[in-house]
């Protein structure tokens, strides 16, 4: 690219240390027996400027010991405890280092720039004689309060399997102390890159979009992991990048708002050499990786600190000329509406790491500001082949369009598992009704079709009463126009049906929550908005669930609000199949049958059925769950349970038996829990040993109980 003036090559690294021996002090020696140490070396040679050694190599390069570790401390905490209270004054303290001891590439940049390193422990390197691994996460909630918020982790809390803390608890931990990670283990040489100068380090504009058609699905293929900069170096962007079906079709790259100032030349090569098909979009909550649901927890004014985050965000966005978000670990509707908020400018929203909602009327809406946000509608399936994988993810396409055209679709697409013939394969497969867009045209177009319909109505797909119980649920009206409206709300096809409110009086970008109560005498509910100039009428379908099919009677008189109704098939999945059933509620059961059997959990992992990670407020909830059993046995069917999303806490749990499940017969389980708030879990846990079908998960808010 010409920024490299003079290449000089040098025929072994021994050669630098005479070339620039007037810059070497000497060398650290790091103790072999405690990995830890050679952290503890690397902050010491960023003091000292020394050079950190093996023993081995210390005899090699002869020159002066600097500093020997060698005996000094036998446990990690330890060393990491003399170094806080011996280096931490003298270090950088806008920004810290979470880095596995035998990681190397990143190192340069944390000598240069007096990096403080830290590391937690997982559960093999945890299981050392050197190691203390529930000391070490104390120490590292002290180093995490102490230092200022808003402040980058450089590194990674993960090395494989069980070596690490792990990526979801150690970016949870990060983010409660409002610190954002910025994953860079594999990045070599950002002591150079992070140098280089580049001028006016932008996105091209992009082309017009399409002409809106109303009879259209509109997708946009959003690709993961650009928040990662060695994926942006070394793979696998350089390898998707480099294939020839790029620009045949649009697709939009994540990339972190960071890495303009780590790998700036970098960058450039991406945008400089994009096509008028390739789009980019901040990764992956903002200026770096966090969650947001968690950011900022542990201190007073959470909300001033998470407003500081969003304005540093919007800040290096601009720089880049980045106009879209791709955010993850948010469930929290007011979290996403304060993207739309602070960040100016902003086109659209495109929140999750793969599926968590099964609803169309969920996946897609306008938040504060009248910001489209585009949920994840697809997900991927570990250790399947190619041609499994697309037939997965066009099968999740189309369960989540609607039968209301034009429609809009955030399509995720994860960078490990995918490539790009394989999209351009799902494309072809879903047909003519499909039309790929670039992100923010796909935002423009959204925009365009709901100014005509002038307000937004939410409402679940699909709701589900039980019989003999009133219907109660709760829909979402928004302005989308740009004047004032006014107007009464009416529901027809249910008996004594009553709205709170029965009138709407919205500014524009503004919300109302509108109550709907009443018994289901026909099979579809009609919600009926008019307004001067307009009126807007949607039906929704309602499926009333027979008492006789549950299998322990509810508790009389329990006043419930109907939240939401999952597929079995359209939730994720560690082993079985979709199967037709005539008798389920899709017409369709997720199913694992004889040759499943004997398959251990361990092998697959444990549930056939989890998800959907939807968000929940806090309260009390009923979780009904419909099964059939298809086979002969004995004993424990299935477990069911529901928890927080990714598994902690369990908030209930129930074994079903052969004697609760006759054959062949759907049965319906009820589990009461208590909900946190934030995203849950719903899970179906096979045994191996019966054949199994589900079919759904009914959900409702308890939300009084008569006495």
């Not at 994926?231 to 390898?239: A, D, I, R």
């Not at 900022?296 to 879209?324: C, P």
């Not at 079985?576 to 499943?596: F, H, I, R």
Request: net charge neutral.
């Amino acid at each position: 690219r010409g920024l490299v003036k003079k290449e000089e090559r040098i025929s072994e690294p021994k050669e630098l240390f005479n070339r620039f021996r007037e810059k070497i002090k000497g060398v650290i020696i790091f103790d072999p027996r405690l990995p830890a140490t050679k952290n503890i070396a690397t902050m010491l040679a960023s003091l000292k400027e020394a050079v950190v050694v093996s023993p081995r190599l210390a005899k090699e390069l002869n020159l002066p010991i600097v500093e020997d570790l060698r005996g000094r401390w036998k446990k990690s905490i330890e060393a990491y405890r003399w170094a806080y209270d011996n280096l931490w004054d003298k270090m950088n303290h806008q920004v810290l280092a979470c880095l596995y001891p035998e990681h190397y590439w990143v190192r340069d940049y944390l000598v240069e720039n007096r990096i403080f390193i830290f590391w937690l422990p997982g559960r093999i390197d945890g299981a050392e004689p050197y190691s203390s691994p529930a000391e070490e996460v104390r120490f590292a909630e002290e180093l995490l309060a102490k230092a200022p918020p808003n402040i980058p982790i450089m590194g990674y809390p993960w090395a494989g399997v069980d070596v690490g803390m792990g990526e979801g608890p150690g970016v949870t931990l990060f983010s409660e102390f409002a610190k954002f990670l910025v994953g860079s283990i594999n990045c070599s040489n950002l002591s150079v890159h992070s140098g280089i100068q580049v001028a006016n380090l932008r996105t091209s504009p992009p082309p017009p979009p399409p002409k809106l058609d109303r009879n259209k699905v509109y997708v946009s293929f959003i690709i993961s992991d650009g928040d990662n900069l060695p994926v942006l170096t070394s793979g696998n962007f350089p390898q998707l990048w480099q294939d020839r079906t790029r620009g045949r079709f649009p697709i939009g790259w994540t990339m972190s708002p960071s890495a303009h100032l780590l790998i700036p030349a970098i960058v450039d090569y991406y945008f400089s050499t994009a096509t008028p098909n390739d789009a980019f979009l901040a990764a992956v909550s903002g200026v770096g990786y966090c969650y947001p649901d968690s950011y900022g927890v542990r201190y007073r004014d959470r909300e001033k600190v998470f407003n500081e985050f969003l304005d540093i965000t919007a800040q290096h966005m601009g720089i880049m000329g980045l106009k879209m978000a791709w955010i993850m670990g948010i469930t929290r509707p007011e979290l996403i509406s304060k993207y739309a908020e602070r960040i100016p400018g902003l086109l659209a929203i495109y929140p999750d790491y793969g599926r968590r909602l099964n609803d169309y009327s969920d996946a897609v809406y306008m938040t504060t500001r009248n910001v489209p946000v585009f949920h994840a509608t697809t997900g991927w399936r570990e250790n399947v082949s190619r041609e499994e994988q697309i037939r997965n993810l066009v099968a999740q396409v189309r369960s989540i369009t609607p039968s209301e055209r034009p429609a809009f679709l955030h399509i995720f697409i994860i960078n490990w598992f995918f490539d790009l013939p394989m999209l351009e394969e799902i494309l072809k497969q879903l047909g003519d009704d499909y039309v790929a867009v670039r992100p923010e045209h796909l935002a423009q177009l959204y925009k365009e079709f709901v100014r005509e319909e002038k307000i937004s109505l939410r409402a679940p797909s699909l709701l589900v009463g039980i019989k003999g119980q009133p219907l109660f649920f709760t829909l979402t009206l928004q302005n989308v126009s740009e004047k004032r409206l006014e107007g009464t709300i009416t529901v027809e096809g249910l008996k004594e049906g009553s709205v709170k409110p029965q009138s709407f009086d919205l500014l524009p970008a503004r919300s109302a929550m509108i109550d709907i109560k009443g018994t289901p005498e026909e099979e579809k509910a009609r919600i009926i908005l008019k307004s001067e100039g307009f009126s807007l009428t949607r039906e929704l379908p309602i499926q009333v669930i027979d008492g006789k099919e549950i299998s322990t009677p509810l508790p009389p008189k329990l006043a419930l609000k109907f939240v939401r109704h999952l597929e079995a098939e359209d939730l994720a999945h560690r082993l079985g199949k979709e199967e037709s059933d005539n008798q389920a509620s899709g017409g369709k059961v997720w199913m694992v049958g004889k040759e499943e059997l004997g398959k251990t959990s361990i092998e697959f992992g444990p549930f056939i059925v989890f998800g959907p990670y939807m968000p929940l407020g806090k309260g009390r909830y009923i979780a009904l769950f419909r099964l059939k059993r298809i086979g002969e046995g004995e004993g424990t069917v299935a477990r069911l349970d529901t928890c927080v999303g990714g598994g902690q806490p369990v908030t209930s749990s129930r074994d079903i038996t052969v004697r609760e499940l006759p054959i062949r017969e759907f049965r319906r389980f009820a589990l009461s829990f208590e909900h946190p708030g934030g995203a849950v879990e719903t899970r179906v846990f096979w045994y191996g040993n019966i054949p199994l079908a589900v079919d759904c998960i009914d959900i409702w808010q308890i939300v009084s109980k008569s006495k």
